[in-house]
């Protein structure tokens, strides 16, 4: 159908698929649509989908068509899933600022810096105080979750109300930042809501999540039983996790140590933009050794297993200041990536190895879930009371699921996966639409895109392995000296014979009894070194490799 | 220590690690000691730790060293990570003979015969009858589990009697086989038992894991209230669930149908070899599309995402037969396998697009576990009371908490992972020696050793791509023709210029300009090409590519 609506949404990445969230607004007729965008995240890459890339990110080439029409940037909170891609996509944006509350606008300056982009664009926001962008006005509420200052957007337009409710859980008590309103948030719905795009991750989940302070008497009670050292780990932004896991301990008696650089950072950014207040002492690094391991307790990095943060490097024994000995413990604050599996499971294995002792929130309460469960996705239907709901962050069955609920609470419910454009002013919520969506890989320091091929070869070379050839011919093909291959990722002897001169051997046999035609055009020469390679290979291994011909022709003297 | 043992336990695999079990008993003084070997299985290559690898396997360099020293192999049921390597494995191993229960020996046939192996070395014992291997006597005692015909080993020796579980649940009213006899272990543990070694899976999980018959009414009221198709998903070898899920069906008045190979084929073993007994009738293929879809319910391979199985192509709308649409059903009647989340989540999501409803363990009770729970395991210890306990088929940690739980039993326990001898006769267990461990993939056709070095070059090429170039020069060095260079796994152009033109240039150039000495040897101008390459690619690119340099020298004329 024609896009003839005044007000659309569409979801560039996080809806229908967990990771890199980035969602567009617009208003106006299409033509003229002017638009913001909320929100500019990354995923990461893993080797089953994306070997060697570092980062994963929306393709935003429907953001560069509507190029200067972008007003401004919104960002709801400063995870990586929400903030991660601002500095590298930066360059592609055309907005003229980005705006957020305090420290997640610090967050963003810093990524910026980082990716040579200017700073003097990030506009920090105060709670509730409208930001002006086009025919937009957007206001942050602060809400819950597992990160300073997350924030809700109330996004007025002149024909109607949005409400983008960004990541929340609703902590009645949370360590830091405020409860969210719900007073204001009725008020909020009584004014009329046109439309909400809610958090689905929880979805499934039956009842609350569950506040930060009732996991206070079982991290006392584990960390009094403790023997040796107590070391915990989570999410290095999660500071009020940090803030709870380190007074326990000092109530405990025990001295609070950091290890892994983003911890550090990452509660000094809270505490200098105010969005912190107050956090136990931590002892330098120098000290630590001063310190009797059964009153120590350090805060890690490295809660999914990553190789290069803090806590496996413990575990390997290579970390230069912290050490875990037999007796010691480690409380696993978090809860696993679905991915992460094996890795985090290897990690508690290692640990184990030494004698260390593992807690997890299978095996204690020790973890609380930064989403809301259905009862709070409940509590903000009922105040917000939307027309319209178009479910984001979570996968496609979470919509589904999600939209499901909106329904039993009188919405016009639309499931609507990334490039999906609704419209959301013509009477009931459509699809009008479907933009460019897709993934750009940082590899090295190269924006690829997912479809260019280059992760398809690397991916083909993991399973496949590699045989490059070199053949030096003359103008009726006699080779000038035997072919030259390499093997890599193959067997060397698969079968006692050389892989390598095997496949040398076919080359020189296929070539020396080639047809002086065939062997007149280089491409007809690639093409049968190709075969002959790939087939030995399959004969004696069960595989065929990737092939590299080179062929190189000199005049016969 | 010196091995001064008359009775020794070694794992080579499943203790430590999940996946492809092994152990192996040993009896009499070291020089001349006998060996029996407990399973023989496989686990499985993935993209993380051995991309493009079937199977990976336990070294046997440990099996091969006692040679004929081993009487036999006894597999306690048809798992893959119990049974999967007999057949590849079998020319390695030097028994006389392979013994295990009737479906468990049909399954090792046919193995044997896929691999070439002579099928009559394969004996199918009955329950309760001894079976002699040197100076042990082997008895099979049924236990339940999610395959037919799983089995727990007593293993008489002159010097006391062993004890090994395999993987079992206390389920006390099978759907197939028998329940387990726990008067019969009890008078087992009369007589004495000199060390258990048991199942550690569910080692972390309170009370018991509930038996198949409490499933039947939550099957029964899903597949009552389903509009549409239903199908369900498990694992193949699972017949007792598939006879659960066939009969809750036929109940509900919907006809039978099976899509994937491996599970008629299972079904059929399970009912040749008795067993199982019975199956309600199953809808040939070419009359599903006779049947109308709310009368239709299909059993499916694929309950772990694997890419190849029928419910992955269902997914895809390739299937040749069966084909699902929205307001269809699927039951995972499964639990997802650590390291299978993403692709499991994956099919979930494709299935949600296209309408299809799915449930799984998390969201309704269809599954429960084929391993015994804590209050299960607590049963066998009272039953058998042990001298010793070594806990197996478990990761490091479980190892671990079970230890502990033994010693509660009054058990001297002992935490011995993969490669750990331990001697079980010298008043308490003692490690007394290690042996070699590691793993052999199999890739395409041939074995691969972990350590060969073709795996690491694989993930390499994964991260980092390849470069192959080829130069041909004279004695002196001078180029006859242009480098030629062809990448893969790289962006073509990664800052507007190609990359491969680039190095070509590059290599050019550090010939042109490098001194006659260095380019009189083909090492030193392989490694002043690789060196040239590997920059050229990081500077415009940020990665340093895999590089195969092959040299060609000529005589100028």
């Known amino acids: 159908m024609a896009d003839t609506a005044n007000i659309v949404y569409v979801a560039l990445g996080g809806a229908g698929e967990i990771g890199m969230n980035m969602y567009l607004y ?3 007729p299409v033509k003229d649509r002017r638009w913001i965008m909320v929100d500019c995240g990354v995923s990461f890459g893993d080797m089953d989908s994306a070997p060697g890339v570092d980062l994963v990110m929306p393709d935003v080439s429907f953001v560069q068509e509507i190029g200067d029409r972008l007003e401004a940037v919104f960002i709801t909170h400063a995870h990586e899933d ?12 055309k907005a003229k600022f980005i705006a957020a509350p305090r420290f997640t606008a610090e967050i963003i300056r810093r990524k910026m810096q980082e990716a040579g982009q200017p700073t003097q664009v990030v506009k920090t926001v105060k709670w509730d105080s409208p930001v002006e962008a086009g025919p937009f006005r957007v206001t942050f509420l602060p809400v819950t979750h597992s990160i300073p200052d997350p924030a809700m957007l109330v996004i007025d337009t002149p024909g109607g109300r949005l409400v983008h409710t960004g990541d929340f859980k609703l902590d009645p008590d949370p360590v830091i930042g405020e409860p969210t309103d719900m007073e204001r948030l009725k008020r909020i719905g009584d004014e009329g809501v046109l439309a909400l795009m809610c958090d689905s991750t929880n979805i499934f989940e039956e009842g609350e999540s569950g506040g930060e302070q009732p996991l206070r008497p079982h991290l006392k009670r584990i960390i009094t039983g403790a023997k040796g050292a107590v070391a915990a780990t989570t999410f290095a932004s999660n500071v009020g ?24 950072r990452m509660i000094e950014t809270a505490l200098e933009t105010g969005a912190l207040k107050g956090f136990p002492p931590i002892v330098p690094e120098d000290r630590i050794r001063d310190i009797p391991a059964e009153n120590l307790f350090y805060l890690i990095t490295g809660s999914q297993g990553e190789g290069r943060a803090a806590l496996a490097r413990i575990a390997d024994g290579s970390h230069p200041t912290v050490k875990l000995k037999a007796g010691d413990l480690v409380i696993f604050s978090s809860k696993t990536i679905p991915g992460n599996e094996k890795g985090v499971y290897g990690l508690y294995n290692r640990l184990s190895e030494q004698g260390i002792e593992v807690i997890d929130d299978d095996m204690e309460p020790v973890h609380v879930s930064g989403h809301g469960r259905r009862e709070e996705i409940e509590k903000i239907y009922r105040a917000l009371r939307p027309q319209i709901a178009a479910p984001i962050h979570g996968e496609h069955r979470h919509l589904v699921e999600h939209a499901g609920l909106a329904k039993g609470w009188g919405a016009a419910s639309i499931v609507a996966p990334n490039g999906s454009m609704v419209a959301l002013d013509l009477n009931k919520p459509k699809i ?38 070199s053949v030096v011919i003359d103008e009726d093909g006699e080779l000038f000296a035997d072919p030259q291959v390499k093997v890599t990722g193959a067997p060397v002897k698969p079968r006692g014979e050389a892989l390598d001169a095997l496949i040398s051997d076919r080359i020189d046999h296929a070539i020396s009894t080639a047809s002086k035609r065939e062997l007149r ?4 020469v690639q093409e049968l070194v190709e075969r002959v390679a790939r087939r030995a290979a399959q004969e004696v291994w069960g595989k065929k490799p990737v092939t590299s011909v080179m062929v190189t022709r000199l005049e016969s003297e």
């Open 26 to 28: 617009g208003y106006g």
């Open 82 to 93: 929400h903030v991660g891609a601002i500095g590298r996509l930066w360059p592609r944006i």
């Open 241 to 264: 996790r940090l803030k709870t896991l380190a007074e326990v301990a000092t109530e405990c008696g025990r001295s609070v140590a950091l290890a892994g650089r983003a911890m550090s």
């Open 432 to 469: 009008v639409s479907h933009v460019e969506t897709g993934k750009l890989f940082l590899d090295g320091e190269v924006l690829v895109g997912a479809l260019d091929g280059v992760i398809r070869d690397r991916l083909k070379m993991a399973r496949q392995g590699h045989v490059a050839v």
């Open 521 to 524: 055009s280089d491409d007809k």
